[in-house]
């Protein structure tokens, strides 16, 4: 694992610079291929196969939860169930639609509580694309709720940092996503190496999307 970390706003400089070449889509694609191939391992671990996984995916407004939709569309395609838990009242549009030409079943968290904490009840993995490294602390309703929700021997995958952490700091006094497995791009961010937020994070592994690192 990479020692290198770097601030958000490091990261967003970084970000910008790459994006002078490759394109948005080109890096959101390259993300959810890092964050698929993890979900893929930890399920071959905890049930042998993919076929009829059950994937509840929960998916914030930002690139984050755009990074998770696409994620969860090549879940989809590989032959798991997935549902993507819809926790605000927008997404990523571009994201969302491919989810959904995969078939991936949506659900509004905000419409249909229920349904949605069933979703995440019944999983057997939760991926976290809740929010992302630009975000303030802690989760408001529904995200925490579902958070609460997932089981205690549910697998969590958590896409860039586990939501509801201070991605510049090891503070981990708000309400936050708990990860068995973290999929971060680019480098490191303080929360994953710092405690105590860094006993949030499980497994962390560094993708490289194709931005440089400053």
């Known amino acids: 694992m990479s020692a290198h970390v770097m601030t958000v ?36 671990d905890a049930r042998g196969r993919l076929a009829g996984a059950r994937v509840a995916v929960m998916v914030g407004a930002g690139n984050n939860g755009g990074d998770a939709l696409l ?12 549902t993507a838990v819809m926790v605000a009242d927008r997404s990523h549009e571009r994201s969302r639609l491919e989810a959904l030409d995969a078939g991936v079943t949506t659900v509004d968290a905000t419409d249909y509580p229920h349904i949605a904490q069933m979703a995440v009840e ?13 975000s303030s602390p802690g989760l408001r309703s529904p995200a925490d709720a579902l958070v609460a929700s997932v089981g205690a021997d549910t697998p969590v ?6 939501s509801g952490l201070d991605a510049d700091s090891g503070a981990a006094d708000a309400t936050h996503v708990r990860a068995d497995a ?26 490289d999307v194709g931005v440089p690192r400053r």
């Open 122 to 134: 019944r999983a057997d993995l939760v991926i976290d694309g809740i929010v992302g490294i630009g």
């Open 9 to 44: 706003a490091q990261i967003r400089e970084a970000e910008g610079v790459a994006m002078a070449s490759v394109s948005e889509d080109t890096l959101m694609a390259r993300a959810a291929d890092a964050v698929a191939a993890e979900a893929e391992m930890m399920l071959a």
């Open 71 to 82: 994620a969860a569309a090549r879940l989809q395609h590989r032959g798991c169930r997935v």
């Open 157 to 162: 995958l958590a896409v860039d940092i586990p």
């Open 182 to 207: 973290t999929v971060t791009f680019t480098a490191l961010k303080a929360c994953l190496v710092e405690e105590p937020a860094r006993a949030s994070t499980g497994r962390v592994i560094v993708a």
